[in-house]
């Protein structure tokens, strides 16, 4: 066969299957990065909240009002802002290797390179998730209960920060910078909203401050869905967040660099 | 949406590339036809890859304008995609994909359907002879390896403007050899145009209808092989060997401004005019004895682009800082 047959013979696929084409295949290989390291990916998920919730155990003890925040705190700790640092590291990554060299000339949305990599480490954190369930109300006895509530928050909340990490990653000058300023900026999201510590502990600025970070209304969803009620409010405001975080990807990321 | 000219796919003009400093691209104009392989030499740091980082969208350029297929891409970025495929001097692929995902993942992102992905993938591994590699993870293969498939993944779609920029490094031979073929069938049989940058001259020459040479950030060279190596051809080089175990007296060969290329070879670039002479010159030298024998040589691209990068390059920009 010719170049110029195999040329002719070329199908091109219709906008809309492409579209969705395209997703899928941008997912499965963001999942890809699994097949060498998948071990250590769990182990990363697992290890991180389980010891925090070890260690909050063994100060707070089996206050069960206390001991929810500590494990809806490590639910909202890994999906919105682990999402967020993994999307700052893997965008910084792809940066230095070049990697938007290489996305930049197919025809792809940056939208969806963002929501591939947010969803495989949104899956990814789901057993870790499960994993804290069952801890909570199994070992340590507290009055948690599964609500449909918690799945889709858990689903929705990584993508709600993820214009932040596509910015840390973009706008770091590599991986190293990237990861060091995902560090930095986790434990500010983390420790300015009522995530581990009641809203009537915060002081009065920081109870403001929380209302422009989608990590409060994460932590107030899951705390609602462990005691059994569905918060729709919560949820709405985090897919207010994640509609922004996607507007603000499509609109003004840009690959190019200056 | 410009007036194009029916041949003309790409046009730079007055482009500016600017960092902290300095110039990466200054002042630059270029026109890339349909159907045409343009070769892009320089020396390192002359400004090639900078432009074709632009050309491709990754780089915003300071200032001037690209227009590809009549469109210029500041305004109508999304013919970038639609036009252009594009291989970087440092190649990204998914290392954690097979062979055959990586490619046909990218056939895919481009559009074919899944038939025609898999067909092309197949056909082009199959001609650069790695298709037992088609299941192996990418992160086990070697550089060269690693470079071939991610040519296989820039080409696959055929689109109308291919960018290569250093596409042989860490190739071997053969698989050089398999690349360039493609890429003459590539521009004869559906007319895609190719920017090539490559330091690989000699091998390029039998390939590009024309030759930009880029130094300092501007096109200082642009023309047909047979155009430059013109420009060059009043030069041609006396290569002369001598005997491994004679020691010719260094004051001999300076004597005669000859270079040394090797332990037993010397080579003099001369004018044609004056040929005649210095062949009797040397043959009447104290040399003369020690000579084993002696060549004629009349310029390569690879010489006429040697002999472009050593004229003083002087525009009045004082090192276009």
Redesign the interface.
């Known amino acids: 066969m010719t170049i110029k047959e195999l040329k002719s013979n070329a199908l091109y696929r219709s906008q809309n299957k492409l579209k969705l084409l395209n997703q899928w295949v941008l997912i499965k290989s963001a999942f890809a990065d699994l097949r060498l390291n998948w071990k250590f990916s769990f182990l990363v998920v697992l290890i991180s909240p389980i010891s925090f919730l070890a260690f909050l155990y063994i100060f707070v003890g089996d206050n069960n009002n206390y001991m929810i925040y500590a494990l809806s705190g490590n639910m909202v700790m890994s999906m919105v802002t682990g999402t967020m640092l993994s999307l700052g590291q893997e965008f910084g990554v792809l940066k230095e290797i070049r990697g938007f060299d290489f996305y930049a000339v197919l025809p792809i949305r940056r939208f969806n390179l963002v929501v591939a990599y947010v969803t495989k480490a949104t899956i990814i954190g789901l057993p870790s998730y499960l994993i804290i369930f069952l801890i909570g109300k199994y070992l340590l006895k507290l009055d948690v209960y599964f609500n449909i509530s918690l799945l889709l928050v858990l689903l929705i909340a990584g993508y709600s920060l993820s214009a932040v990490g596509v910015f840390i990653g973009l706008r770091s000058r590599d991986a190293k910078q990237a990861n060091i300023i995902t560090q930095i900026v986790q434990p500010i999201i983390v420790f300015v909203s009522p995530v581990f510590i009641p809203e009537s502990a915060l002081p009065p600025l920081l109870l403001y401050i929380a209302h422009i970070f989608p990590t409060r209304y994460a932590a107030i969803a899951i705390r609602n869905a462990l005691e059994g009620s569905f918060d729709w409010i919560s949820i709405l405001v985090l897919c207010v967040f994640c509609l922004i975080s996607f507007i603000w990807i499509e609109k003004h990321m840009d690959w190019r660099i200056n | 949406m410009y007036l194009k000219d029916e041949k003309t796919l790409l046009q730079v003009v007055g482009l500016y590339k600017k960092y902290d400093d300095y110039y990466a691209n200054y002042d630059l104009n270029l026109s890339l036809f349909e159907g045409e392989i343009l070769g892009l030499l320089g020396p390192n740091g002359a400004g090639k890859t900078t432009l074709v980082?632009q050309i491709?969208?990754?780089?915003?350029p300071s200032a001037g304008e690209i227009i590809i297929d009549g469109y210029n891409i500041e305004d109508c970025p999304?013919i970038?995609?639609?036009t252009?495929?594009?291989m970087?001097q440092?190649?990204?692929t998914?290392r954690?994909?097979t062979v055959y995902?990586h490619i046909y993942?990218?056939g895919?992102?481009?559009?074919?359907?899944?038939?025609?992905a898999d067909?092309?993938s197949i056909?082009l591994l199959e001609r650069f002879n790695i298709l037992n590699l088609k299941n192996r993870?990418i992160?086990t293969l070697s550089g060269g390896e690693i470079r071939i498939i991610s040519f296989i993944a820039t080409i696959i779609?055929?689109r109308k403007l291919i960018i290569l920029d250093e596409p042989t490094n860490d190739m071997d031979p053969e698989h050089r050899s398999i690349l360039w073929k493609?890429l003459k069938?590539?521009r004869d049989?559906?007319q895609s145009s190719i920017l090539l940058v490559t330091h690989n001259v000699a091998e390029a020459e039998s390939l590009v209808d024309r030759v930009a040479i880029i130094q300092k950030g501007q096109i200082t060279h642009l023309g047909t092989p047979k155009e430059l190596i013109s420009k060059a051809s009043n030069m041609c080089r006396i290569v002369f060997s001598v005997y491994h175990d004679i020691a010719i007296p260094q004051h001999s060969i300076e004597n005669l401004g000859a270079v040394k290329v090797d332990s037993t070879t010397y080579q003099i670039v001369v004018a044609r005019e004056v040929l005649k002479e210095r062949i009797k010159e040397i043959l009447t030298s104290d040399i003369n004895p020690y000579i084993r024998d002696i060549q004629i040589l009349l310029p390569s691209l690879a010489d006429a682009y040697l002999y472009s990068v050593s004229e003083k390059y002087d525009n009045g920009e004082e090192g276009l800082v």
């Open positions: 980082r491709s969208g990754i780089l915003k999304e970038i995609p639609k252009i495929c594009s970087g440092l190649v990204y998914h954690n994909l995902e993942y990218t895919i992102l481009r559009g074919l359907s899944t038939k025609s067909e092309q056909y993870i992160d779609g055929f493609l069938e590539i049989e559906i």
